[in-house]
């Protein structure tokens, strides 16, 4: 579920300037209980402390292969840590430390526990943009992903050099979201392909102007989330939302802004999918004509006439083939499940999630949600929840209700 409690996060710091962003992942981690132990090269200490990460993370944090402190000698269990981890992410991943563990070499305690790790193996490699284009590093890059590694990108942007160019550390978020995708991923939903829409679409009205709906995006972005942990490949087309997760692994963003972009993205890729969820609010209306340029007070006043939107899910539902499924949601003024089943009929959707506008928990603009799942077979409400924990029960209910 949505959560790391129980699951080993190994981490092993080595020296380079990002060093210092690593309390933020281990904070992430942490928040979702994930138990995390820190391991660091000598060089690491001199970008960030081990104080630090020993008071975030709740562990001692381990330097040396032979621990002198005090007035005891004790050797540092390298296979002991490799075997406790479920994840070993190397972050900052030096082009000395790469090298390193392509060849084998352990004159550290992170590289002597890296060659014991069983588990899967994170790498957020980061350095000067030469050092990355560099041949050596290229390969050595390339060699750990073909053996199976997990090895992210290093994006462009000002480098501690002054320069600027590719080469920085992913981010501790993207890191953080790379490691739930690895430690949660399903059997299930492992390469399912996903459809998702989210968020508001915008109808111009002008050439400044556009009439739209006070939907935040905040379930779609939680549906995002949790389908990326789960390990789907999502499409996820969303509409111009202010909260908005980046940088998933497995997610391919398209942007668009009306419902007619949305229902083109969408047509585009469904035959692809196995579940389409529908989560956008998509306006239902557009103005019959867009006004050329900017509508001036002196132009007289503003008369707009409205035409139908199409609708996404009923086009796309009445299209769907027997190996697809689909969710959509219906948000009401009332709590109304026939209306919802109606719906659910008439769209030919397999599920509708109802919930109720104006409800202080629930409906747009809120930090939670209150939900029931309305389908043929009857009806499921879950309790009042985040929006997260809403998106991963109903994700859960699909698994145990859609035989795909
Ligand atoms: O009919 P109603 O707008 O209440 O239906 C809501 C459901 O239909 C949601 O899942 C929404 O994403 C979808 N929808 C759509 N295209 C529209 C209107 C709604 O896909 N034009």
């Known amino acids: 579920m949505n959560s790391l409690a129980g699951k080993h996060v190994l981490i092993g710091i080595t020296g380079g300037i990002a060093a210092y962003k690593l309390p933020f992942l281990v904070r992430l981690l942490r928040a979702q209980e994930a138990e995390v132990r820190i391991l660091m090269t ?22 040396h292969l032979v621990d002198r402190r005090a007035d005891q000698t004790a050797w540092n269990n390298h296979v002991a840590h490799a075997e406790w981890a479920d994840l070993l992410i190397i972050a900052p991943a030096t082009a000395n ?31 000067d943009l030469d ?20 090895v992210l990108d290093s994006p462009a942007g000002p480098l501690a050099s002054g320069l600027s160019g590719a080469g920085r550390m ?17 059997d299930y939903w492992k390469g399912k392909k996903v459809l998702l829409t989210s968020g508001p679409t915008q109808e111009a009205l002008d050439a400044v ?4 709906n006070g939907s935040s995006g905040r379930m779609g972005d939680a549906f995002a989330k949790a389908l990326s942990a789960l390990g789907a490949e999502l ?17 391919q963003y398209v942007p668009v802004q009306s419902a007619d972009e949305m229902l083109e993205a969408c047509a585009a890729v469904a035959d692809l999918q196995d579940i389409m969820v529908f989560s956008a609010a998509v306006g239902d209306y557009k103005p019959a004509k ?16 409205w035409v139908e939107n199409p609708d996404i899910l009923k086009t796309l539902g009445q299209a769907k083939k027997p190996h697809q499924r689909v969710l959509g949601f219906a948000l009401e003024s009332e709590w109304n499940e026939a209306e919802a089943l109606r719906k659910c009929e008439s769209k030919n959707a397999d599920a509708i999630v109802l919930n109720q506008a104006g409800d202080p928990q629930g409906g747009m603009h809120t930090e939670t949600n209150r939900v029931a799942l309305i389908s043929r077979t009857g009806s499921t409400a879950l309790p009042v929840q985040s ?5 991963w029960n109903i994700l859960n209910w699909m698994e145990t209700t859609w035989n795909l």
């Open 170 to 186: 992913a981010e501790p978020e993207t890191i953080f979201h790379h490691a739930r995708r690895i430690l949660l991923a399903s």
């Open 97 to 127: 430390t790469l090298a390193k563990a392509v060849q084998g070499l352990c004159d550290n305690l992170v590289m002597a526990t890296y060659l014991s790790a069983k588990c899967p193996v994170l790498w957020a490699p980061a350095m």
């Open 42 to 63: 000598p060089a690491a200490e001199d970008f960030v402390t081990p104080l630090t990460l020993a008071a975030l993370s709740g562990q001692p944090v381990h330097h």
């Open 235 to 251: 499409t996820w087309v969303h509409g111009p939302s202010t909260v908005q997760t980046s940088d998933l692994p497995g997610v």
């Open 131 to 150: 050092m990355y284009r560099h041949p050596a590093v290229r390969e050595n890059l390339k060699t750990l992903s073909d053996w199976g590694q997990y």
């Open 209 to 212: 102007r556009y009439i739209t």
């Open 387 to 391: 929006k997260e924990d809403v998106a």
């Open 290 to 305: 867009l006004h050329s340029g900017k509508w001036k007070k002196a132009d007289g006043p503003l008369e707009l006439e």
